[in-house]
């Protein structure tokens, strides 16, 4: 039977205590590459190869998710989902005699001071202070709505934060994949699973915004050695990266 494997494959993530962190079923690339750097030993007459030395193996995934994902984002860097944040906002605000005041709460952005910048209908911006939540413009015979941008708190907010010493997370996952065949009346025969027991995020992530494109969230991770639970006999200890399992739904096929 002529077996293809097709399309993205689902993604899961778990934590060292089994959670579930993120489903990913919207992928735009699931793609795995193995990487094994060999070293000759040559001697003799005429420097012949006498041996290969196979070293450094390497198992490198990534993953590219259409949607935005906070939690892809949280896992690269090694940063827990946080509530709450500091953020930018604008607001309409409606201005008499170049004295307004705006719903929210206004917070410093670098100093004590609070400021604001007003944009009114001529397309001014003029930065102003606040005091509470109220401001004067310079222009004091100024009616109308102006936009007013500055920065306050949002308790709903969802952040991760970007550490400078960032140490990436360390996850289980797992990828999911269709298996079709031409052969078969059903087309799709069965499933591939590729499970990493352990594998580490690497902190590298591009998100690319274009006016004609909807930016992609990436995840890359790279395989960590794993030694499986003994169950006995001289092999049972040898490491591993990751196992690759076919699962056929009529196992009677051939």
């Known amino acids: 039977m ?5 399309s993205t494959a689902n993604v899961y993530g778990y934590d060292s205590d089994d959670n579930l962190l993120f489903v990913g079923t919207t992928l735009m690339d699931s793609s795995i590459e193995t990487t094994l750097s060999n070293t ?3 001697a003799g007459q005429g420097n012949q190869l006498q041996y290969i030395y196979y070293h450094t193996a390497e198992m490198n995934i990534t993953i590219n998710e259409a949607q935005f994902s906070l939690p892809y984002l949280a896992l690269s860097v090694g940063s827990a989902i946080t509530t709450g944040a500091e953020i930018w906002t604008t607001e309409t605000v409606t201005v008499t005699n170049g004295a307004g005041t705006v719903s929210g709460t206004p917070l410093p952005v670098s100093n004590t001071t609070l400021y604001g910048w007003v944009n009114d209908k001529n397309d001014n911006v003029e930065r102003v202070t606040f005091s509470g939540s109220s401001f004067t413009m310079s222009d004091s015979t100024y009616n109308g709505d102006v936009c007013v ?31 079709c065949s031409s052969d078969s009346t059903t087309n799709r025969i069965g ?9 580490s995020m690497t902190g590298a ?18 395989a960590l050695s794993y030694t499986p639970k003994s169950n006995g006999g ?21």
Not at 191 to 198: A, D, F, I, N, S
Request: a positive charge; charged letters at 25%.
């Open 149 to 179: 941008r500055y920065y306050t708190t949002d308790a709903a907010a969802r952040k991760v934060t970007l550490y400078a010493d960032m140490l990436p997370s360390t996850i289980r996952l797992v990828m999911e994949a269709q298996l």
């Open 205 to 222: 992530f591009t998100l690319s915004m274009t006016p004609d494109s909807v930016a992609q969230t990436p995840l890359s991770v790279r």
């Open 40 to 42: 000759d030993v040559r």
């Open 191 to 199: 499933t591939l699973q590729v499970e990493v027991p352990k594998a």
């Open 234 to 254: 001289c092999t049972a200890n040898r490491p591993v990266y990751a196992e690759i399992r076919e699962i056929l739904f009529d196992r009677n096929w051939y």
């Open 2 to 6: 002529k077996k293809f494997l097709v």
